[in-house]
Nanobody, 115 residues
Framework: QVQLVESGGGLVQPGGSLRLSCAASGSILSINVMGWYRQAPGKERELVARIRNGGLTNYAESVKGRFTVSGDNAKNTVSLQMDSLKPEDTAVYYC?????????WGQGTQVTVSS
């Protein structure tokens, strides 16, 4: 089992920044991908960004150039730096980890972008 605990999130004005962090614990060996999904009200959960072992990253088109995903293997954490936030970024953000054929999820953290 892998446990994921998120921190960060909150309320920010348009154009502002937030940083999300996620700490993994438990059976963390063989985790090959970590990243972030988000789900806005009435919408499906969507991939925001992910980072693979070795450092390869992928981003949703809607966040490219504004969000940066990073990982710290020594601390077993993954972070999401979100800049130039827009109201449409408002959602619950979920950390996830892929280990072999299993996907693990954090509890989610709310991000609200509003003036």
């Amino acid at each position: 089992q892998v446990q994921l605990v998120e921190s960060g999130g909150g309320l920010v004005q348009p154009g502002g920044s937030l940083r999300l962090s996620c700490a993994a614990s438990g059976s963390i060996l063989s985790i090959n991908v970590m990243g972030w999904y988000r789900q806005a009200p009435g919408k499906e959960r969507e991939l925001v960004a992910r980072i693979r072992n070795g450092g390869l990253t992928n981003y949703a088109e809607s966040v490219k150039g504004r969000f940066t995903v990073s990982g710290d293997n020594a601390k077993n954490t993954v972070s999401l730096q979100m800049d130039s936030l827009k109201p449409e970024d408002t959602a619950v953000y979920y950390c996830y980890a892929d280990k072999r054929s299993q996907t693990y999820w954090g509890q989610g953290t709310q991000v609200t972008v509003s003036s």
